[in-house]
């Protein structure tokens, strides 16, 4: 690879797993220990690909306003309208932007520590490379005889990226099943944490990862009640007799949103799935 390959975030999923959460702010902005998803993207992007408009892109959909508010200047910003585009679409649609460029992409709700410069050092520039974390069950691949899962981050050669269309697709179906049959897929472990923020009890595990255990409280949030396990959102508020328990609580103090994270599992992977619910 001679030239630093362009940046997406994919960012337009609907987080219906994370409702009521993401009927106040898209999934990307949900923050992880008072830190927005999206900008943990950014920021793992930043080495391999540099910053500003013409380095690094971020799709939109769900709630779009508040997405291309909060990125202002800093990203290329798509908005996909009336519908998601999915993982695939998302690039076809940022044909034009890529012009000719390879491309690092990553998911914005993967929570991923432990650093991630190593996906692309060493590429070839040929073959799709993507991040993977062995799988407890069944896998989206196979590393020799073990199960993986994609952790959400990837690698991906123009000569591929430049025949995807703006339709509704995802990169699994469109260009990692057949790339994957033929053996033209590098499996890169990831050696850090690496959860999907898709659901209540993952988002909440991420936040408790990030905080080192602690319940996480945003700025302006006041908290008069008890909370174990709990993340409590910016502005938000527990009153003096309530008692939360692996909870995340958001809204105002007039109008709270509470939303239940039950048993917080293990760190899981993201699925490569063509939608981003």
């Not at 690698?155 to 994957?180: C, D, F, I, N, Q």
Request: hydrophobic share 45%; glycine share 12%.
């Amino acid at each position: 690879m001679t030239a630093a390959p362009a940046g997406v975030v994919l960012a337009a999923g609907a987080g219906t797993r994370l409702r009521p959460l993401t009927n106040l702010r898209p999934k990307a902005l949900c923050p992880v220990n008072g830190v927005p998803l999206v900008e943990l993207a950014l920021e793992r992007l930043l080495p391999s690909t540099g910053a500003g408009p013409r380095r690094v892109a971020v799709n939109a959909h769900h709630l779009a306003e508040q997405l291309v508010a909060h990125v202002g200047g800093r990203a290329h910003v798509t908005i996909e309208q009336p519908a998601a585009l999915g993982t695939a679409g998302a690039l076809g649609g940022l044909r034009e932007w890529l012009d000719g460029r390879d491309v690092v992409v990553t998911n914005a709700d993967a929570y991923l520590t432990g650093g991630v410069d190593h996906l692309v050092t060493g590429w070839d520039g040929q073959r799709c490379r993507l991040l993977v974390a062995p799988s407890e069950g069944r896998g989206d691949f196979a590393n020799g005889t073990r199960p993986v899962r994609y952790v959400g981050m990837c690698v991906l050669p123009w000569r591929l990226v430049r025949h995807l269309k703006a339709e509704p697709s995802g990169l699994y179906e469109m260009l990692w099943r057949t790339e994957y049959a033929d053996g033209r897929i590098d499996l890169v472990r990831h050696a850090g944490t690496a959860i999907d923020c898709g659901s209540p009890s993952d988002y909440l595990a991420a936040n408790l990862h990030a905080s080192g255990g602690r319940s996480v409280v945003g700025a302006g949030a006041v908290v008069d009640g008890i909370i174990e396990r709990c993340v409590v959102w910016d502005h938000a508020a527990v009153a003096a007799d309530e008692h939360l328990v692996a909870c995340v609580r958001a809204g105002t103090p007039e109008a709270p949103v509470t939303v239940s994270a039950g048993d917080v599992q293990q760190a899981r992977s993201a699925s490569p799935s063509a939608g981003q619910s």
